[in-house]
């Protein structure tokens, strides 16, 4: 029994659909927060974490729903169609809904910003009118209570000790050609660029509350449309997939959710890179090119007769459901029932490998969700470069797809799980020694252990979405994959605001440590677990099925 890869990739097309949008909203949103509203961390997190919050009703009631739908198309099919088409009309209204605001927001920022100006001049909030002098001895000062105006640590590493030293840097930090100076880019700019951002906050975000809200009204319903479609699309492959084969399948609906990934990669990587508040056109293109998948999908997956041929070879090599659930309904012969001891040790297992996922989502996507913050704020890239960082890592991690998929054959999904977590915990530990502070140096650095970072998640989220679907029946995948995203979600809407918290107080390269503290606490669970790891392929004969036994 092989894998059928050109039906697994058929099938991915689904995840290539979720992933082109939620890669291009992770990366695009925080910025268009950043640049349009000037959220401090902790209140951008939060946002991005009600995002997530809403997912966790959703996707276990539509994996549930799904799982119990019958159309002519299938059961998974028609919220796949109707989410993908509800959410590429409402997406396009995000950035448009806040786009008036946008651009009062760059024209204060450049106002700000502008130091070099021979009549520059900035009157605050509190009515305060400050020089270029002025204004960069107050970042200087106020550094010594807020390291995101100035980072005296980061300083006196590089022997600038004093307010003249400092003011020498920012008063002459363009070049004769125009440009920012290199020393400018390091000590200066950030800093002035977060009193910029505060700035909007203070004088535009809170006297026009209404923008805001409306921009969270359209969000609320694309995160709607996006919930009703991702549990069905993602327990389409469980559907469709022996139960021995669900790893490397996953490693394939990865690789392809990784191409959709590298679509809107590449297309906020090149609009950003020309216009770095061109929100509206990225979300244009996303919504285009999940349009174009979408038809694909639909021409080449017949989901009603993809169940039937994996029904058939699950027949043929004798694979069977090992527990029963009440709200199971079949005409297959029932297996044996599990005795009650099992069925326990079972539900413990699945609870771990939740809180395992949990812990990890807690980690890792306090990364993704301000990663675009880091890179622009920290390493003081532009969006577009800090976009290319992220895609190189993406792209060479897409590479260990395959063999992760047999890694899983070879030594267990609970084993090549934690040799994940343990390259991720490796790598946000460089990144914060080595990678968070703005030079070239670092943003080399950053793209190598970023890249080690990658390989971890690949390596764990290959194993752990079959290790949950494992412990269901074939009735019960929708809503397993629901619970499953229950745990991810409930993370991710979380650890934006925990993490926004920690970077507000701490500085932003702590956001690297708080990343691999919670991903230790991932292994600990997943140590607990001692159901739902892969199984060997069974043998096809009947003479050599009467002596494989089960485990």
Known sequence: MKLDYKKTIKVGLAFSIIMIFWTAYDYVVPLLLENTFGLSNSWRGLIMGLDNLLSLFMLPLFGRISDKTKTKF???????????????????FVPISSNKQLNEAMALRSEITNTSSVDYSYTDTNN??????????????????????????????NNIDTEEQYLEIALNGRAQDGSLTSDYKKFVSSGLDNYASDEIQEKITKNNPATIAIYMSILFFVLVAMATFRSPAVALMPDVTPKPLRSQ????????????????????????????SAYILVFILVAISMLLLLLAFLKLVNERKMLAECEAICAEYGIVDEDITEDTKTDEPLPLLLNDDIKKARLKSFIFILASIFMWFMGYNAVTTNLSIYITTTLNLDPGLGGLVNGISMGISAIA?????????????RKSIVLGFILSIISFVLIFFFA???NSTAAVFFTMFYLLAGFGLIIANVNTFPMVVELSTKGSIGKYTGLYYTATMSAQAITPFVAGLFMDELGNKFLFLYAPVCVCVAIVFMMLVKHGDSKPIPPKT??????????
């Open 542 to 551: 009947k003479l050599e099925l009467i002596g494989a036994g089960d485990d």
């Open 249 to 276: 399948a996953n490693a394939m609906i990865n690789l392809v959710g990784g191409a959709g990934g590298a679509i809107a990669f590449i297309i906020y990587t090149i609009v950003l890179r020309f216009n770095p």
């Open 401 to 413: 797809f395959i063999p992760v998929g047999f890694l899983a054959v070879k030594i267990g999904r």
């Open 128 to 157: 305060t009118t400050y020089s270029a002098h002025d204004l960069y001895s107050m970042l200087f000062k106020k550094g010594y209570e807020n390291s995101d105006y100035c980072d005296h640590s980061y300083l006196k590493t």
């Open 74 to 92: 299938g059961k998974r099919t028609p919220f796949i169609f109707c989410g993908t088409i509800l959410a590429v009309f409402l997406m396009v």
């Open 436 to 438: 968070s502070n703005p």
